[in-house]
């Protein structure tokens, strides 16, 4: 393919490619050795909010905030993100239940033994469909930490009704225009089974579930060596992929910047994407959501970086000539395909993201003109009295 079609595509690309934020990833966070406050984290909605514009101002492609609904709509108030939203000229993304962090959660939500708890999980579920009614969201997006440390103490199969009973039921309860994502993840904070582990199970749970259920794959759930785009391709046959949470991982679930570890991977599974709408000749209806909380990098900086490297690797799987490749697949020219697939991986597409930048009166390097701006260091000085006052942290 000419290199300018194949610009024009990449181009085409950016301008449909929009990344949510998540409100958890502007606040101080750490690890479970200690947490690392950092002079400019949000601890406010308000913050989080001005935070997630800045990312937005500067790269123009992250219009939505994902909000938790404990930490970020406590009491169920919808108006003041509702709001913060207009003032910052955002919108709110998808809703994301706590289900994880009270203490009758210590042995699972909506697949805990006890009926009373999964009644209080299911609440909250409920209360979050309410407020994503509220806030126009179409998504309420569950994560479920549910699972156990050890053999023997957990029913798996009863677990199992339990949880399907649970979602349909919380699909049930779903409004016009929302839908449900079920995601997966191998392991943490159980440590001997998850309930939703992998794929599949959050496929059968989510096709249990209803019609508006599909299944979101956080890239940095899955084991060493894990085929992903061979699971997102599968799950787009299935017309049952719901959208991505993006982070990358050396050994887990580590919520490191995208593209950081294996660049190639996510490329990958953009590709799968890209080859599934060109085949179709429309959008696969994904949604994309950063899913990070750095605790060593200056937060909105990682957001930046992450953005932007999205964008990269999304303009590279446009750039892909899926055509010759379907003809050098039919053909089993090997070295072709894989060439065909490779210089649209390793072509620079950093002048295109300038450029696509440029156009729409963005600055070409995001992160250097958030710098020179200077908000880091405003936030840092407006924001002391949340560590003198000893703030706890979402
Ligand atoms: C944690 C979980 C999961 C969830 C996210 C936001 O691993 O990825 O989506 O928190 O609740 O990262
Ligand atoms: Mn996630
Ligand atoms: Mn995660």
């Known amino acids: 393919m000419k290199p300018k079609l194949a610009d024009e595509r990449a181009l085409a690309a950016l301008e449909r490619f929009e990344i949510e934020l998540p409100s958890w990833g502007f606040a101080d966070t750490g690890t479970r050795f200690g947490k690392y406050p950092q002079p400019a984290a949000a601890h406010t909605l ?16 992250c219009p939505r905030l994902a909000l938790h609904v404990l930490w970020d709509l406590p009491g169920g108030d919808a108006r003041s993100a509702r709001e913060l939203a207009e003032r910052h000229g955002l919108r709110v993304g998808s809703l994301h239940p706590n289900l994880f962090q009270e203490p009758e959660y210590k042995h699972g939500s909506l697949a805990n033994e006890l ?9 909250q579920v409920r209360e979050t469909i309410r407020l994503a009614g509220e806030l126009q969201c179409e998504e309420i997006s569950l994560w479920l930490a549910d699972g156990s440390n050890y053999p023997g103490t957990a029913d798996i199969r009863a677990r199992r009704r339990r949880l399907e009973t649970a979602l349909q039921a919380a699909h049930a309860a779903l409004q016009p225009g929302q839908r449900l994502l079920v995601e997966y993840k191998p392991f943490e904070p159980a440590f001997y089974h998850t309930d939703i582990a992998d794929w599949g199970m959050a496929l059968l749970l989510a096709r249990a579930a209803g019609p508006r259920a599909r299944v979101l794959v956080d890239t940095g759930h899955h084991y060493s060596g894990q085929n992903i785009e061979q699971i997102v391709a599968w799950l787009l046959h299935e017309d049952m992929l719901g959208g991505f949470h993006f982070n990358d991982r050396r050994y887990a679930d580590d919520d490191l910047t995208l593209g950081s570890i294996d660049p190639y991977q996510i490329f990958r599974i953009f590709a799968e994407i890209q080859a599934y709408e060109a085949e179709r000749g429309l959008a696969a209806g994904l949604s994309y959501m950063i899913d990070q909380s750095h605790n060593l990098k200056p937060k909105i900086e ?5 953005a932007m490297r999205a964008q990269e690797l999304w303009a590279k799987a446009a750039r892909v000539d899926y055509a010759a490749l379907a003809e050098h697949r039919a053909a089993q020219r090997l070295i072709e395909a894989e060439e065909t697939l490779q210089t649209a991986f390793w072509d620079d597409v950093r002048p295109l993201s300038r450029q696509w930048r440029e156009a729409r009166g963005l600055p070409a390097d995001p992160l250097a003109a958030f710098r020179a701006s200077g908000y880091a260091e ?7 009295h949340h560590h003198a006052s000893g703030a706890s942290y979402a």
Do not use: I, S, Y
């Open 46 to 61: 308000e913050e989080k909010f001005a935070d997630a514009a800045q990312v937005h101002r500067f790269t123009g492609c």
């Open 115 to 123: 009926e009373p708890v999964r009644e209080k999980a299911l609440a």
């Open 302 to 306: 990682a957001m930046l970086q992450t």
């Open 378 to 384: 405003l936030a840092a000085a407006a924001r002391k």
